[in-house]
Every structure is written in structure tokens, then in C-alpha cells.
Nanobody, 125 residues
Framework: QVQLVESGGGLVQAGGSLRLSCAASGRTFSSYAMGWFRQAPGREREFVAAISRSGGSTQYADSAKGRFTISRDKAKNTLYLQMNSLKPEDTAVYYC??????????????????WGQGTQVTVSS
């Protein structure tokens, strides 16, 4: 098993930046493909970005392309999401997730086995 703890959320003005972190503990971090998802009030959880076990492959939602960057640091057992040019519609709770079966990337929530508790991101206009 792996435990995931997100941090780095907060309140930011439109056009600003935030970097989310997801600290992993337990089983070897490199054993998991990782992803970021988000959920706004009244909406379903949606895919944001994913990264393969090796870090060599990434995938983004159309809404995140060109603005967000997913990365992972094996030495620190940490997943990151750098978010630039934030918009009010990016406001949501952001979750990191770990996939024990995938070597590549997946945008499907059902692919992921473990989830963090989430961190709130609020973008003001």
C-alpha cells in the first residue's frame, strides 16, 4: 500500500501560480503510475494530469495543456503539479492518486487504487 498526502493548495488571483505536492509513503514510489484529479462543487471528479512510473510519459486534460506541468521526484517520493496562468474555473479540490497496475498513464479514475485526502485550490477573479 501507499499513503498519499497533498499540500500546496490555497487562494490565488487569476493569472497566478501554485505548485501542489503529493508526498507518498509506504510501498516504493516508483511502483506506481501517478495522477492528479480535481473536483469542483456539484461536479464529478475529473482528470487533470498523469505521469508514468518512470516519469518519461505524461498526459494532460485539454484544460491543463500548456498551463500545468506534472512531475515526480523519486528521491523525495513526491509528485508535483505546477499550475500557471490559473483561472477561476480551476477552483476545485485537487487529489493525487496512485495506480499500481499501470506502467504508462491513465485518465480513468477507476484505474487508480489509492487516493489522497485532497487540497483546496481557489482562484479569484
Amino acid at each position: 500500500q501507499v499513503q498519499l498526502v497533498e499540500s500546496g493548495g490555497g487562494l490565488v488571483q487569476a493569472g497566478g501560480s501554485l505548485r501542489l505536492s503529493c508526498a507518498a509513503s509506504g510501498r516504493t514510489f516508483s511502483s506506481y503510475a501517478m495522477g492528479w484529479f480535481r473536483q469542483a462543487p456539484g461536479r464529478e471528479r475529473e482528470f487533470v494530469a498523469a505521469i508514468s512510473r518512470s516519469g518519461g510519459s505524461t498526459q494532460y486534460a485539454d484544460s491543463a495543456k500548456g498551463r500545468f506541468t506534472i512531475s515526480r521526484d523519486k528521491a523525495k517520493n513526491t509528485l508535483y503539479l505546477q499550475m500557471n496562468s490559473l483561472k477561476p474555473e480551476d477552483t476545485a479540490v485537487y487529489y493525487c492518486a496512485a495506480d499500481a497496475r499501470q506502467f504508462g498513464t491513465s485518465r480513468a479514475t477507476e484505474s487508480y487504487d489509492y487516493w489522497g485526502q485532497g487540497t483546496q485550490v481557489t482562484v479569484s477573479s
